[in-house]
Every structure is written in structure tokens, then in C-alpha cells.
């Protein structure tokens, strides 16, 4: 199907289509939409994929910006923790090295705010002393002898020629505990034990100083039993980096989140991608625009060539009728000049109507291309008296009741077509008798057409007057709509009614003062 065709039917503006045939063609209509925007779906995919790809290395960015740092920090930290306890370590040389080294190492012991020391020198144990050792000490003792064992067994091993160091945390029920140990060369062996409670403030002190200038970080820093320690900045929904540090921090943990970082990337793609939402939005208005127009197009010359069709049907069979009576009564000269003044006259109005029809193209029911003066009575006269062997010959027959002998300005044409048409509709649906009447008020006439048919059902009465019906296919009723159609043209309106018998219709239009003298009959 063609594409006004489709979109029509679409629409529904087909009123000869059945239910299948437009829903095929909304189903037309909505492919074609389908692939209007196939284009612009791909290219968003790709967009889509654009921006995923662009977060991805963002991310990527910041996860190793953020493991860089963790490990700046592991590194501060490490430093932090051996400096306190290897100080602890070198007082405890000292004190052993004093001649009252049992008194000096406990006061290293509490100057240093450590928990325990060690001090064995190859496998004798010197400090605490297996004679004369506190109730404290001896407790110390059974608390850590198997860790420090086991870090003076590692020490043991390996080259002996310069001090060696190791450090661990280790837990227990009554808490998380450091253990460092060192070893020289002359089998000394210190090992010193603090609680986590002593380092906490060490450890913060350093990552406060080493992070000052990290404005926007969010920093936490977890022990072995996943407690936070210590935190910089605000935290956040989501973490780019989690570690795990090393060496003397062993089993601690830092979270690390660097400052969001601006994805560009999103900003070219919005502003490719609007612009081209909007081209497309433009293309398929201008093209539903368009479509439109051809539709009314379209819808115009169907409406004006049913319209005129019908206007034109009966002047055509007068024609043809006083043609006929002329040829047969050719001997008879006055009748013969009758019929041709008849012939003249309907030649003159459908040249009018052609004139109309050539003026004012747009409209299927074009106003007055000129006024005429006449007496409304006289024209209604005429014109009954033309069409009289056509009416008569449906069986109908018409009673006149004039109300309208004042000489005015009005629209002759129409005032025509508008008796042709409803006298038409009567003869053809409700032959018998009709009833004509016309009556002038102030500026408005009025003319009435009056059957004994079986009068319009409601729903049909409805549709006839409807501002946007123009009749069915068939032609039922599109001589009421062309009435109705010239009655607005001329600023009247139409009125139908049901009667018991029959139906009536009124139609009304406006008039103006005439000119010129009033005449005793309007030429016919």
C-alpha cells in the first residue's frame, strides 16, 4: 500500500475499511517508525559502551592510584612501629649490659610501656630470672613462650655475622599483642611484647602527619580482628581499594577511596547524542507533518468530488430530460422555446457552480463568488418549476407556503442548491407529499422542507448534523451535509426534526438590504 494510503488508514480517516485493514496499517505505520529508529538505537548501544569503557579505565585509574597510596602508607607505618619497638629493644641491651641488669630491664620494661621482655642469651634464660622472677613475669612468660620460640628458632637459623630482626602480631584471649625480636652476633637474643593499645597512638600519629595534604581520600585502617583503628576523610558507599599490608603489618588492612574523578568521556557522547534525538524527533514531525497534509489533500478531493458529483447529478438528469422533451416536440416552437430557456438557465448555474468551484479550490463547499438580488419567493418559484417533471416523476408532489415576497441580497446559488438537495433527499427517501416554506426575518431567511416519510433515527440525526460528517459513501445524507456545509458558508445553520409523520428540515442564512426596486418576478 502507498504511504498516504497506510497512514490514512492508520488514522482511521477511511471510513470504507474494515477493522483488519487498519490495524495492518498501524502495524505499517509502527515498522516504519521501527526503522526510523534503528539507527539511533545502534548508535546508543555504542554510546552506551563508549561510556561503560570510559568508567572502566576511570576506575582502573583510581584503583591504582589508590593501592600506590595504601602502599606509601604500609611503608610509613612499618617504619613507625619498628622505630618505638627497637628503641624498647636497644634500652633493654643497655640495661642488660648495666651491672644491675634484672632492676634496669624492668624499668625499660615500664619506661617503654612495654608488656613483656625477653632476653636469653644463647639458650640460658637471663631475663625475667628463673630464681626471683614476679608473679607478672612469670605469667608474661607462659602467655608468650611459644611465639617467641618460635621467632628465636627462625632467628637462629641463617648467617650469624650481624643482628637480625623480625616482628608479628599475635592473638590471643586477652587481646591482639606485637611481638618484635632481635638476635646478634654474640647470641644475644631481646625480644620485647606490646599490646595493641600502646602502638594505636604510634601508628596514628604517623598517618596523620603522612596524609595532611590528601584532601578528598577517604582512608580506614583495619587491625587482625577487622576493628577501625584509624580514618581519614568521609567515608563513602563504595571503596576502590582494599590491601593487605606487609612486613610488620602483617594481617592489617587499609581501605583507600581517592576523590571521584569526572568522567569526561560522558560529556562528547551528550553532546553528540541530544543533537541527534532531536534530528530524528524533527525528521519524524516533519515527516508525520507532511504525511498529514497529503492525508488532507487527499480527504479534500474525495470530499469535493463526492460533493460536486452530487450537486451535479440532478441538473445533468434535468438536462437530459428537457433535451429529450425538446427533440420529441421539435414541431412545437413555444414549447421548444420553453425547454430551452429551462436548458439555458441550468447551463448558467452549473457554470456559476464551476466558477465557484475554480475560485475557491480549497473548500469542497466554496463560499459566493457573488450576491445576488432577488426575491426569495420568486427564485424558490423558478426553481421548483425546473425541476417539477423530476419530483413528479418519483410519485412526489410539492405544496409551497411563501413567506419570503421582500427583494434582497443573498446568496442565489446556494439558496438553490439547498432546495435541489433537501428536495432531492425527500423525493428519493420519502416520495408523497412535501411540504416547502420560507420566511424572512430581518436580515435571515429561512427554508423548510417538510416529508411524511418515516423521519431520521437518533443516532442517524446526529451524524447528519455532525460539524465533520460528510456522508456516507453511498450518498445517504451528503445532501444533507452539503446543506449544512452552505447554510455555514452564509452564517446560517441547519436544524433537522422528527415529526409524527415524517421528518423536517430548516435551514437558515443570512440576507442584506437589496439595491434596486423590487421586481413582480425574478427571471426564471
Known amino acids: 500500500m502507498s504511504g498516504v494510503f497506510a497512514i490514512k488508514r492508520a488514522f482511521g480517516l477511511d471510513g470504507g475499511l474494515g477493522s483488519n485493514d487498519r490495524r495492518e496499517a498501524r502495524w505499517a505505520v509502527a515498522w516504519f517508525a521501527i526503522l526510523l529508529a534503528l539507527p539511533l538505537a545502534v548508535f546508543g548501544i555504542f554510546s552506551a559502551l563508549l561510556i ?264 445533468i438528469a434535468n438536462l437530459r430530460l428537457y433535451a429529450d422533451l425538446a427533440a420529441r416536440r421539435a414541431d412545437d416552437a413555444s414549447a421548444v422555446q420553453r425547454y430551452c430557456e429551462i436548458l439555458s438557465a441550468e447551463i448558467e448555474r452549473l457554470a456559476l457552480l464551476a466558477d465557484n468551484t475554480v475560485v475557491y479550490g480549497r473548500s469542497a463547499v466554496p463560499r459566493p463568488l457573488r450576491l445576488d438580488e432577488a426575491i426569495p419567493d420568486n427564485v424558490l418559484d423558478a426553481t421548483i418549476e425546473r425541476y417539477e417533471s423530476l419530483f413528479a416523476a418519483t410519485g412526489s408532489t410539492i405544496e409551497v407556503t411563501h413567506h419570503a415576497p421582500n427583494l434582497c441580497r443573498f446568496d442565489r446559488m446556494g439558496f438553490e442548491r439547498i432546495l435541489i438537495n433537501l428536495l432531492d433527499n425527500a423525493c428519493k427517501y420519502a416520495p408523497g407529499s412535501i411540504k416547502v416554506a420560507t420566511k424572512q426575518d430581518g436580515n435571515n431567511l429561512y427554508l423548510s422542507i417538510r416529508d411524511f416519510g418515516s423521519g431520521f433515527d437518533e443516532a442517524s440525526r446526529a451524524k447528519l448534523t455532525a460539524p465533520h460528517n460528510n456522508g456516507a459513501k453511498d450518498g445517504y445524507g451528503l445532501g444533507v451535509a452539503i446543506v449544512r456545509d452552505l447554510a455555514e458558508v452564509n452564517g446560517g445553520k441547519i436544524i433537522v426534526e422528527n415529526l409524527d409523520p415524517g421528518a423536517r428540515v430548516t435551514v437558515s442564512m443570512k440576507t442584506s438590504a437589496a439595491t434596486r426596486p423590487a421586481e413582480a418576478k425574478c427571471p426564471s
Open 52 to 315: 561503560d569503557s570510559d568508567y572502566a579505565v576511570t576506575r582502573a585509574h583510581e584503583l591504582a592510584a589508590a593501592t600506590a597510596e595504601i602502599n606509601k602508607l604500609d611503608l610509613v607505618m612499618r617504619r613507625a612501629i619498628e622505630k618505638r619497638t627497637d628503641t624498647t629493644i636497644s634500652d633493654a641491651r643497655a640495661a642488660h649490659d648495666d651491672k644491675n641488669s634484672i632492676g634496669g630491664l624492668r624499668l625499660a620494661t615500664y619506661t617503654n610501656e612495654a608488656r613483656f621482655i625477653l632476653v636469653h642469651r644463647s639458650s640460658q634464660q637471663i631475663f625475667p630470672p628463673i630464681v626471683g622472677a614476679t608473679y607478672s613475669e612469670q605469667e608474661m612468660l607462659k602467655r608468650f613462650a611459644a611465639p617467641i620460640a618460635a621467632a628465636r628458632s627462625e632467628l637462629a637459623t641463617g648467617s650469624q655475622k650481624k643482628p637480625r630482626m623480625m616482628g608479628f602480631w599475635t592473638a590471643d584471649s586477652l587481646g591482639l599483642s606485637f611481638v618484635r625480636c632481635r638476635r646478634d652476633p654474640d647470641t644475644l637474643n631481646i625480644c620485647v611484647v606490646f599490646d595493641e593499645s600502646a602502638l594505636d597512638p604510634v601508628l596514628e600519629v604517623a598517618l596523620n602527619a603522612a596524609t595532611m595534604n590528601l584532601a578528598g581520600w577517604a582512608l580506614t585502617l583495619r587491625d587482625p580482628a577487622g576493628r577501625a583503628i584509624w580514618s581519614h576523610g568521609k567515608s563513602t558507599t563504595s571503596t576502590s581499594a582494599i590491601a593487605g599490608l606487609g612486613g610488620v603489618m602483617g594481617g592489617w588492612h587499609m581501605e583507600a577511596a581517592p576523590p571521584p574523578s569526572t568522567h569526561w568521556g560522558f560529556l562528547p557522547l551528550t553532546a553528540i547524542i541530544i543533537p541527534l534525538i532531536g534530528s530524528w524527533l524533527f525528521v519524524v514531525w516533519y515527516m508525520y507533518r507532511s504525511q498529514r497534509a497529503r492525508l488532507h489533500e487527499s480527504s479534500f478531493r474525495s470530499e469535493m468530488t463526492a460533493k460536486l458529483s452530487h450537486d451535479l447529478r440532478t441538473p
